[in-house]
């Protein structure tokens, strides 16, 4: 599995916030609109010749990250020797795969960079910039970071929570 090499507590803290806010509270490996079949195939472009989408395979949201589409499910897939780009849907089946594409997605954007300089909205930015912004999912997520900075005993942060 790929490391959290984290360098202080905000790295950690925001780590594991991201996790509780994408898995709902790790409730789900799957985005719920990829379960329902209501995003299913809007994650299907990609970014990175050569690589393209699998006939008849999906690349919603899983994983503690919700890893999504081709390019980042191909990367996280050749880091960890998983062809996850011809099987997606082993991340969601795997509490092991779910954790090492979130590990792998962290390490490879250097969100460790922002974290560790206490930068929440960057964070966000890189993880889902579509909830920058006034949005309830936004909020949503830093409520989430408020509830972990709680279980380590912290107050709550009111700097560079916003994206």
């Known amino acids: 599995m790929v490391p959290l090499q984290a360098q ?3 790295e950690v803290m925001m780590f594991l916030a ?3 806010h994408e898995t709902d509270g790790l409730k789900t490996l799957e985005e719920y609109c990829g379960q329902s079949g209501a995003c299913a195939n809007d994650y299907q472009e990609s970014w990175c ?3 393209e989408p699998e006939p ?3 690349y919603y949201g899983r ?3 919700q890893l999504s589409w081709p390019c980042n499910y191909h990367a996280s897939g050749e880091s960890l020797g998983v062809d996850l780009l011809k099987n997606p849907e082993k991340v969601s089946e795997s509490d092991t795969l779910a954790a090492a594409t979130a590990l792998f997605f962290w390490n490879a954007n250097d969100m460790g960079r922002p974290a560790r300089e206490g930068n929440f ?3 966000t930015q890189i993880i889902n910039a ?4 006034s949005t309830l999912k936004q909020e949503n997520r830093i409520k989430r970071y408020q509830k972990v900075r709680k279980c ?3 107050g709550e942060a009111t700097d560079k929570l916003r994206c």
């Open 152 to 154: 380590f005993g912290l």
């Open 56 to 58: 008849g395979k999906q």
């Open 130 to 133: 579509i909830e920058c912004g």
């Open 8 to 10: 202080n507590r905000d």
């Open 18 to 20: 991201h996790v509780s």
């Open 121 to 123: 909205g960057a964070t």
């Open 49 to 51: 010749p050569p690589i």
């Open 63 to 65: 994983g503690w990250f």
